[in-house]
């Protein structure tokens, strides 16, 4: 390694603070991390790696992929590095935001901003589930996720806690998928 | 301090259960609505974060956190969020290699997102209806961001401009 420790973590955390800054959203970040870090801190065969493995683990992905990222470059504190300049954009925004909201909670115009969000942000939540639905069963969409999704469906109808309903998926899947063995 | 602690559980419990940032909404929803915050500080939630730049995931946690306790309960919410990610890369970084080969793993995520996607439709729905315009503003401007987002228009500019059609039109 030819830079000195302190000026990787320098460089994660400059890199997380401007990738934070100019996307939208956890999933909208890998592209510009992406062209950030593959062939300057780590290499693209990790970066995969890296990708997959904050899809499959619990927890926000945008944060995990940082972390994994972090870890490859710089070690534990470069897990560090790259958690602060993950973390640090947002939580700056959002408590301007939310303190200035709070003041004009009563405000008519902003009555009407929400009112007229409400649908979209209903159909970006449809969209995602749609992604997210796509994404999830790389293979066809078979009988077995058909089965869980029509049986989540009712149990979400018939107003089951939804932490309950997810963990009885999850091991629903462990019993379906785990017939077909290795692949 | 007892809202502080229900924040930090609720916050914990999601972050465990769902594996991405807009994956947790529809878990969030059925944690704290009707709860800690109303339906309208929810949506207002959902509509900044997807707007404002960086993590979609942390914002909405933190303004939830912030409606509910102030800045304490913003803090909160934040470290809830990022603890169990971080625990568990530090744990996974040095099992790596076994971990990959656990099938029973991607299995379970895998049972679990046809699960994570209809109870965000559910969610979908119901913030549609208790936002209140159902009337033919709302459905048209519900359709209209709809086709939108699937033609991949970039949320954030359907969500203000739904925002903007809703001050002229819906009060």
Known sequence: MSETKASIWFRLLW?????NILSPSGPASVGFLYEEAVGKVMSEERFVEAVGFSNVLPGSEALKLAMFVGFSAGGIPGVFAALLGAILPPTVLMLIVAALLQRFQHE??????????????AALIVVVAWELFRAGSRRKIDRRVALIALLSAIAFWFEFPSPLVLLGAGILGVILFGKRGFK | MNQ???LFWIFLKVNLLSTSGPASVGLLYHEVVGKLVT????????GLSSVLPGSDALQLAMYIGYGV??????FVALIASILPPTVIILGVTVVLHRLRREAWLSNFIEGLTPAISVLMLFVAWKIFQKGGSTGWEGWGIGVVSLIAMFMNAPARI????AGLMGIFFLR
Do not use: R
């Open chain 1, 15 to 19: 890199m997380f603070l401007k990738v």
């Open chain 1, 108 to 121: 008519d115009w902003l009555t009407g901003f929400v009112a007229g969000m409400s649908p979209a942000v």
């Open chain 2, 4 to 6: 502080l602690l229900e």
């Open chain 2, 39 to 46: 339906e309208g500080q929810f949506v207002q939630a959902v």
């Open chain 2, 69 to 74: 306790a102030g800045i304490p309960g913003g």
């Open chain 2, 158 to 161: 359907v969500v203000i401009v």
